[in-house]
């Protein structure tokens, strides 16, 4: 009989349909269930998902006879002891019981899903009802034979019949489930239920082995002894489902168990989650003997009667048991393990295919002649030689490049290179630059291109001998032949209409309508550009910037600002005709800051004065992008516009919107409209804007709906950035708006820029995502470009790579510098090529694919339902691991769960993009926030996505105070929250601070000067200066935190049980969301039952 039979088409006769095979939805220790039917788990859409029974309204299960409470509830009232809005049966801060079960010894037989829990730790918050007394545990096992190869008896026909719900997640996976599912009394089983599978071998029984041992930080403490043994009526156990060896090479895989010595025979794998098997214990002959095989189609041996040993009398419940979650990969250890081992080292990129240090490890890197990973960054290393294996893993190829990524002090920026007049040498076939890996003969004459292998010879001036080895004597003293990353300053060739650029300007546009001068912005912007304009970006050591100045503000019509250095005061210039924008001056528009600083000062200081008693509320938009494109193009230079904006635009004008806002079309196939702009003017608008090297940072200040969606479509097709501060009040948001202002001003920008990237033969890039726009099939047009904004490349092969030869990236970018010099920057890559899928498998970047896959996605929303792009990330994370388990892994049960070492942690990532706002937004999520993170992801970084799809939980009571390092992460759940502790969460754009209900008073006092939990505010995004060791190192902890992103984190204090606390818990991704995304460990499985119904 094959171990991967299929399962039969429809359950059958009278067993209700399991939301996983063999987790049946019913009644605590023989009680009755709820009777609504359990949906299958798959679709992920809708209020009530797959994960998540609710009872029919008003129904409540009887509580059982005696034992724990049931495991869930009616929903808590607020303010009850229970954690924000879960039930009581959750156990919130840590797991549940007190009596430790421990894995049985692995000849064991045994037939449930994987989730049954291991081991229990003791509860921190709300313990489940009274353990068994030791008696009644004597009671249980009285007559059973104590031994490791005896199977559990059956218990008689119309016992509670006993399954193990999956891991009750943090936030309340299985609502309706008690910890044992069961038969109604007197119910005969069902006949395939009585026995496994018709045909279907017991599988054996084993500790599963780890991948690592991942311990818990907030296990707390060691573990109780425990019992061993065969399992009671009415338990069935399952190991741990994953963190296997993950098969790096195929050897077989070590188990790593706890306290368990693991006997039986060699290499036998516990089954860990099979739709064959309906996950009930094997039907046996007695107590003692060998474990028979049940026959097809044949009932239990003795049907309706209890097999000799087993126990008479109804089963006392145990309290719930729970997976240990830290037999799951954690994310946490994967960070902290690369930290260990790949941070002390440099990171040296002279050999060819090395995967880099993952992006939460803090390394230098050495350029030896490959672009270091803040450059570039793939998903793979090591790519297939053929389409058909590419196609045969679904692993996608791709490139995440950041081409003016900042680097740390101790690195060096690109060498500068200058050919002169005759500009940098390049290929003449495939206009590819001199780079590291091209092949120099005839002792030195010619060379040969190492993209495309044409032959070309080398210009008089740039000749020079080679060595014994073959390379050039001058190698090491010119960066293009031995870097992975130079700049060439650009020729005259180079540039538009074959002349040098003038250096760039920036345009700062105000909106001075009603909304922005009433919440003070206005006057709060004003006094913020008198000294910023100080600290316009430069080049170099030069002691002022060459970018110039221009203002402009506006409402319903447009105010042009005349603040030439010869006059005394500014004069304003009044466009009203909107429809056809013009600018009404030319010289004293564009100033340079410092011979205009006087008229500029006093234009900032009579803006706020001049608009004081305006009423006039609407506004116009894209007008206003028109001018400042049009004001560039007369002073025919590129540069960026600044736009302070508050509200739609429904002044009659181009580019007019309406309120389109409709939540009804959340889940429906018109779901995607809200991510369409309304109207085609912005795109081509957007096209004009790159034309002319026109970039466009938009800064929103919305009080109700904006149309975010249409609003950001010329920052995005241009290169540029939009920040939203919804609500805007100056004593809450000045900090976040001033920061993110000062960072936007004075970070260095590319202008104008054109990249393109080339391949050696074989592959080709196929695909972009970015901030950007492309008028053809290769170039990637930005109007601007920074530091922090990344452009993702898909590549596809066109023919067969060699193996020797390997795989070659060149990304050539083309901009002109911020004080208007015209420079080539280039990063070259090598990749190494298999045939073989392990190698593949062994060289992939989990976090850079996540990247990949949450752009790709977010882009899918834009022209299908949600609920399809879903599914095809399922499918497509389903094949990639079931790929790996057929070709890669070692042989081992069907019913286990293997994954490569180096992507464990692709399940727990996918289900994060899965739950978030854009795929599966919750009813506090605005339309214009999905919008505007869906634009924002586009552009990130790999880095930025890491954080953002799996935010940082920091506890901050826990190492001692003088130790100022950051103290170490722990797993994204509600359960490793303590209630005495306070912790910081991160995710790049959000940080809060998490206090804990029983804090000593002493923290409390110390850091925000109050003397009681009760009286610290809530929601306050400021921490009082107060001279002591913690108040000193939390706050120094924060600004460190908001240095290493890109956009200032305002904090928000949250309370435990306080109505804030919702918001904080959206970001607890391990566990089960609000908006019906599945918990961590359900998610595993769901993955795991996707795999091997692809496998069968």
Request: hydrophobic letters at 35%.
């Amino acid at each position: 009989m094959s171990v991967n039979q299929s399962a039969p088409p429809v359950p059958p006769f009278e067993q209700p349909q399991p939301i996983y095979p063999g987790y049946h939805q019913s009644g605590y220790g023989g009680q009755p269930g709820s009777t609504a039917l359990p949906t299958h788990y798959g679709t992920y859409n809708g209020p009530v998902p797959g994960y998540q029974q609710t009872s029919p309204q008003g129904v409540s299960r009887a509580p059982p006879s005696s034992g724990a409470p049931p495991a869930s509830t009616a929903q808590a009232p607020c303010g009850q002891a229970a954690y924000g809005q879960f039930s009581q049966g959750d156990v919130q801060n840590g797991p549940s019981s007190t009596v430790h079960l421990q894995r049985l010894p692995s000849s064991q037989p045994f037939g449930s899903p994987p989730l049954a829990p291991v081991v229990s730790q003791p509860a921190l918050l709300q313990p489940y009802g009274p353990p068994p007394t030791s008696a009644q545990v004597t009671a249980q096992l009285a007559g059973m034979q104590i031994s490791g190869a005896v199977a559990p008896a059956p218990p008689p026909s119309g016992l509670g019949y006993g399954l193990p719900t999956p891991l009750a997640s943090a936030s309340g996976s299985f609502p309706n489930s008690g910890p044992y599912g069961s038969y109604p009394q007197g119910q005969a089983l069902p006949l395939s239920q009585a026995q496994g599978h018709p045909g279907v071998l017991p599988p054996q029984r084993s500790a599963p082995p780890l991948a690592s041992n991942f311990t818990s930080p907030a296990s707390g403490g060691p573990r109780m002894p425990s019992m061993t043994g065969p399992l009671l009526p009415g338990q069935s156990f399952g190991g741990p489902p994953v963190s296997q060896p993950n098969h790096v090479s195929s050897t077989p895989s070590q188990a790593l168990t706890s306290g368990t010595q693991i006997t039986g025979p060699p290499g036998a794998l516990p089954p860990m989650h099979s739709p064959q098997q309906p996950g009930y214990q094997m039907q046996q002959n007695g107590s003692f003997g060998p474990a028979r095989s049940p026959q097809a189609n044949y009932g239990s041996p003795y049907p309706g009667t209890p097999a000799f040993g087993s126990q008479p009398g109804p089963p006392q419940p145990l309290p719930p048991k729970r997976l240990d979650p830290d037999a799951i990969p954690s994310p946490i250890q994967v960070i902290e393990d690369d930290r260990n081992n790949r941070g002390s080292e440099p990171f040296v990129t002279g050999v060819r295919g090395q995967v880099p240090p993952l992006v939460t490890t803090n390394f230098l890197v050495k350029d030896q002649g490959n672009a270091s990973p803040r450059y570039i960054r793939c998903t793979s290393y090591n790519i297939p030689c053929t389409s058909d294996m590419a196609k045969q893993a679904q692993v996608p190829l791709a490139a995440v490049i950041k081409p003016l990524a900042s680097l740390p002090p101790e690195e060096a920026s690109p060498y500068v290179v200058d050919h002169g007049e005759s500009g940098p040498l390049r290929c003449n076939r495939c206009k590819a630059y001199m780079c590291p890996f091209m092949q120099f003969i005839e002792g030195g004459r010619r060379f040969q291109c190492c993209f495309c292998s044409c032959i070309n010879d080398v210009p008089p001036q740039y000749f020079q001998h080679l060595d014994h080895t073959g390379k050039r004597v001058d190698t090491y003293d010119r960066p293009e032949l031995s870097m992975g990353s130079y700049e060439f300053l650009a020729t005259v060739d180079y540039c538009k209409n074959n002349k040098f650029p003038s250096p760039p300007a920036f345009i700062f546009m105000i909106d001075v309508s009603y909304n922005a001068i009433r919440t003070g912005l206005v006057k709060l912007l004003c006094e913020e550009l008198k000294s910023l304009l100080d600290y316009l970006p430069r080049e170099g050591g030069a002691e002022e910037s060459a970018i110039r100045v221009g203002f402009v503000t506006y409402n319903k019509v447009l105010h042009f600002y005349n603040v030439k250095s010869s006059l005394a005061q500014p004069q304003m210039m009044v466009v009203s005709d909107v429809a056809d924008m013009f600018v009404p001056l030319l010289d004293g528009f564009l100033v340079n800051i410092n011979e205009s600083r006087a008229v500029i000062t006093s234009l900032l200081d009579q803006i706020p004065e001049m608009f004081a008693d305006t009423r006039e509320t609407e506004t116009v938009f894209a007008p206003v992008i028109q001018a400042g494109m049009e004001a560039l193009k007369a002073a025919e230079c590129a540069g960026k516009l600044f736009l302070f904006h508050t509200s739609l635009p429904i002044a009659e004008a181009p580019g007019k919107l309406k309120n389109r806002d409709d939540r009804k079309l959340i889940n429906t196939d018109k779901e995607k409209t809200l991510f369409q702009p309304q109207t085609g003017a912005y795109q081509s608008l957007a096209k004009e804007c790159v034309a002319q090297g026109c970039c466009v940072d938009l800064f929103l200040f919305p009080n109700q709906y904006v149309d975010v969606a249409t609003l950001s479509v010329v920052p995005q097709l241009t290169g540029g950035s939009v920040y939203k501060y919804a609500c805007f009040q100056v004593e809450n948001d000045q900090e976040r708006f001033l920061s993110d202002l000062r960072r936007d001003v004075q970070k260095v920008v590319g202008f104008d820029a054109v990249m393109r990237v080339r391949t050696s033969t074989g592959i080709r890039a196929v695909d972009f995502f970015g901030a950007f726009y492309m008028s053809n099939t290769t170039d990637v047009e930005l109007a601007g470009l920074d530091g922090d904004k990344t452009v993702t490349v898909e590549f596809k092969h066109d023919d067969r790579l060699n193996e020797e030869s390997g795989a070659l990236l060149q990304c050539a970018l083309l901009y002109t510098s911020c004080a208007g010099q015209r420079r080539l920057r280039i990063h070259n890559l090598a990749l190494n090529c298999c045939t073989q899928l392990a190698d593949l498998y062994r060289n992939c970047e989990t976090d850079t694919l996540i990247n990949y896959m949450a752009k790709f996605a977010y882009r899918g929303v834009l022209n299908n339902p949600v609920k399809t792009v879903r599914d095809s990330l399922i499918t497509q994370c389903a094949q990639i691991l079931a790929c790996y388990r057929k070709n890669c892994a070692s042989p081992s049960s069907a019913g286990q769960l293997i994954l490569p070492e180096c992507m464990k942690l692709l399940p727990v990532y996918l289900n994060c993009v899965l739950k978030s706002d854009i795929l599966q937004p919750g009813a506090e999520v605005t339309t214009d926030d999905r919008a505007y993170v869906r634009q924002l992801v586009t552009s990130m970084d790999v880095a930025e996505t890491n954080v953002f799809f799996y935010p940082r939980l920091l506890p901050l009571t826990k190492s001692p105070i003088e130790n100022t390092t950051e103290p170490p992460a722990v797993r994204a759940s509600e359960e490793r929250l303590s209630n005495g502790d306070i912790y910081l969460l991160e995710n790049g754009l959000n940080l809060f601070l998490w206090v804990g209900a029983s804090v000593q008073q002493g923290v409390v006092q110390s850091l925000f000067n109050v003397s009681s939990f009760s009286q610290i505010t809530s929601g306050l995004s400021v921490l009082p200066i107060l001279d002591n060791p913690l108040s000193k190192k939390v706050r120094g902890l924060i600004d460190n935190l908001r240095a290493q992103r890109s956009r200032y984190m305002k904090l928000i204090v949250v309370k435990q049980e306080d109505k804030l606390e919702m918001l904080f818990k959206h970001f607890l991704v391990e566990d089960k969301s609000l908006s019906g995304g599945a918990s961590y460990v359900d998610f595993l499985c769901h993955m795991h039952k996707e795999i091997r119904q692809l496998l069968s």
